[in-house]
């Protein structure tokens, strides 16, 4: 059984252009959560649905990023524009029933 | 809001020795769980064990053990026989329930195993 899929695995762009992180969670999975990490901060949440419902994006750090789930098999994550502070590595996971199962991240450089 | 805290930043330990992770946690809820996730140097994140807050029993997964104290809100994460791909940084985690099942981490513990 596959697991939590996320694309691309890393992505080097140019301060100011537009970034789009994709997530295929585990199917039959109802809730899908967005996580970043860096050293400093540590795991972040970002925000997390329910059956493709965003149920809580207070952890979205500002309007520079939105987060879509269009269908129960597809998310994405998208900072529009990126910048260097940006860089981290984000992850993708997808629970039933509370045990969360973590894609294997997007690692993001902005430069 | 909930909060972890893992206070121990680096451990080194010897191979096959046992090593206890430790964590904290600060919530106001009565039902909640308590997971620990390690993550080797390729950067994936690996569930390793869960807690629900009215489990009587400390859970255990193989070589991995859970010392759960509800009234310390201590949820320490104890490996036994310790190996050189123990090697990795280790997160606590709580989760609430009431319909969300977020995760809050704690800053993890980077354990080196030696041989």
């Known amino acids: 059984d596959a697991g939590v899929i996320q694309s691309p695995r890393h992505e080097v762009t140019e301060m100011g252009q537009e970034v789009t992180l994709r997530c295929k969670p585990i199917?039959?999975?109802?809730?899908l959560f967005w996580y970043r990490q860096t050293m400093m901060r540590g795991l972040e949440l970002l925000i997390y649905f329910n059956n493709n419902v965003p149920i809580d994006d207070s952890g979205m750090p500002e309007d520079r990023f939105s987060a879509k789930m269009p269908n129960a098999s597809f998310s994405t994550l998208k900072i529009q524009p990126s910048e260097p502070r940006d860089s981290a590595v984000y992850f993708c996971?997808?629970?039933?029933?509370?045990?969360?199962?973590f894609g294997e991240g997007s690692r993001l450089t902005v430069l | 809001a909930q909060k972890i805290t893992q206070t121990q930043p680096g451990m080194f330990v010897q191979e096959k020795e046992a090593v206890t992770l430790d964590c904290t946690y600060d919530t106001s809820d009565q039902s909640y769980g308590l997971f620990w996730y390690k993550q080797p140097s390729s950067g994936e994140m690996i569930f390793l064990i869960y807690q629900g807050s009215y489990d009587e029993q400390n859970a255990t997964e193989g070589r991995y053990s859970l010392n759960f104290q509800k009234a310390r809100k201590s949820a320490n994460l104890v490996i036994s026989a310790s190996q050189l791909g123990d090697s990795a940084m280790y997160f606590c985690a709580v989760s609430i329930f009431q319909g969300a099942q977020k995760l809050v981490f704690g800053q993890g513990t980077r354990l080196t195993i030696n041989p």
């Open positions: 199917s039959g999975h109802d809730y």
């Open positions: 996971a997808s629970s039933l029933l509370g045990e969360l199962f």
